[in-house]
């Protein structure tokens, strides 16, 4: 039942956020089945993630508790932050593979804004099945410790909300930059270094979100790092970045231009997508 409950409430936020991203693309919508396939590569690129993670993690664990415990809270700090830098783009490489692999040659890539509405597509589906397993992990954690009350109480009422809308949000602007110069790569001719600048730039505000995230986890008895709340101010300006570049690819729609000499608008709702 548990594993029921946290699948609902991880993956139905999921493809709330999917529809309404889907539905900001205002001048050409892509197929239902291509956006579907890309979500359930996002899925399974998070678990291929989890697994080199895991093994980031263990290189970098020791290190890191060894530094800190022997008053080198520098060097402490900086393998933390290198340990992050690496799983940042760990994750950052894998959902732009899956997607590179599946829509590159796709003849339905046709405008800027797609490169970003299909790195959104995957980073949404990463994010449910993240979302998932950190649900799982704090319920049966927890209640080994304080009982399935208190269990469901912080997986259910706070986790799951909390990662439904920031962990969520961050993995989407993340991706999306990655998105936009995916884009610039495969339709505005620039050179194969160009996605190489959108996975480093997004790596490095990924990196630099979840290194604040921790820092009260793993030094707590450090007072300053207790009330640190920074990586909502770095979210924030992910969101931002994926805002000005969402709005700048759709201005450079083809169909957008065509609608305008035309005198026309977009009708609301899904716009259909042409045969072919």
């Given at each position: 039942?548990?594993?029921?409950?946290?699948?609902?409430?991880?993956?139905?936020?999921?493809?709330?956020?999917?529809?309404?991203?889907?539905?900001?693309?205002?001048?050409?919508?892509?197929?239902?089945?291509?956006?579907?396939?890309?979500?359930?590569?996002?899925?399974?690129?998070?678990?291929?993630?989890?697994?080199?993670?895991?093994?980031?993690?263990?290189?970098?664990?020791?290190?890191?508790?060894?530094?800190?415990?022997?008053?080198?809270?520098?060097?402490?700090?900086?393998?933390?932050?290198?340990?992050?830098?690496?799983?940042?783009?760990?994750?950052?490489?894998?959902?732009?593979?899956?997607?590179?692999?599946?829509?590159?040659?796709?003849?339905?890539?046709?405008?800027?804004?797609?490169?970003?509405?299909?790195?959104?597509?995957?980073?949404?589906?990463?994010?449910?099945?993240?979302?998932?397993?950190?649900?799982?992990?704090?319920?049966?954690?927890?209640?080994?410790?304080?009982?399935?009350?208190?269990?469901?109480?912080?997986?259910?009422?706070?986790?799951?909300?909390?990662?439904?809308?920031?962990?969520?949000?961050?993995?989407?602007?993340?991706?999306?930059?990655?998105?936009?110069?995916?884009?610039?790569?495969?339709?505005?001719?620039?050179?194969?270094?160009?996605?190489?600048?959108?996975?480093?730039?997004?790596?490095?505000?990924h990196a630099t979100s979840?290194?604040?995230?921790?820092?009260?986890?793993?030094?707590?008895?450090?007072?300053?790092?207790?009330?640190?709340?920074?990586?909502?101010?770095?979210?924030?300006?992910?969101?931002?970045?994926?805002?000005?570049?969402?709005?700048?690819?759709?201005?450079?729609?083809?169909?957008r231009t065509k609608q305008?000499?035309?005198?026309?608008?977009?009708?609301?709702?899904?716009?259909?997508?042409?045969?072919?």
């Amino acid at each position: 039942m548990i594993p029921i409950l946290a699948l609902l409430v991880t993956f139905i936020p999921a493809v709330l956020w999917l529809w309404f991203f889907y539905s900001r693309d205002r001048y050409e919508h892509e197929p239902k089945r291509l956006i579907g396939k890309l979500f359930l590569w996002g899925v399974l690129s998070g678990f291929w993630a989890a697994g080199l993670n895991d093994f980031i993690r263990g290189l970098f664990g020791g290190g890191i508790q060894s530094a800190d415990d022997s008053g080198l809270l520098g060097l402490a700090l900086g393998l933390l932050f290198l340990m992050y830098a690496l799983a940042a783009l760990n994750e950052e490489t894998m959902k732009f593979l899956v997607t590179s692999n599946s829509v590159r040659t796709d003849p339905n890539f046709n405008e800027m804004v797609d490169g970003m509405i299909y790195m959104t597509t995957a980073a949404l589906g990463f994010a449910a099945g993240e979302n998932f397993g950190y649900v799982l992990r704090e319920f049966f954690t927890v209640a080994k410790e304080a009982g399935a009350s208190s269990a469901f109480i912080r997986a259910f009422l706070v986790l799951a909300p909390f990662r439904a809308f920031d962990g969520t949000m961050a993995h989407v602007a993340f991706s999306g930059i990655v998105g936009y110069f995916f884009a610039q790569r495969v339709l505005g001719g620039k050179g194969p270094g160009v996605i190489l600048v959108g996975i480093l730039a997004a790596s490095a505000l990924h990196a630099t979100s979840n290194f604040v995230i921790d820092l009260p986890h793993v030094f707590y008895e450090h007072p300053g790092f207790i009330l640190t709340y920074a990586f909502v101010g770095v979210d924030l300006i992910a969101l931002g970045i994926y805002a000005i570049l969402f709005r700048k690819a759709l201005a450079a729609s083809p169909f957008r231009t065509k609608q305008l000499a035309a005198g026309t608008s977009p009708p609301p709702g899904p716009a259909p997508k042409p045969a072919g």
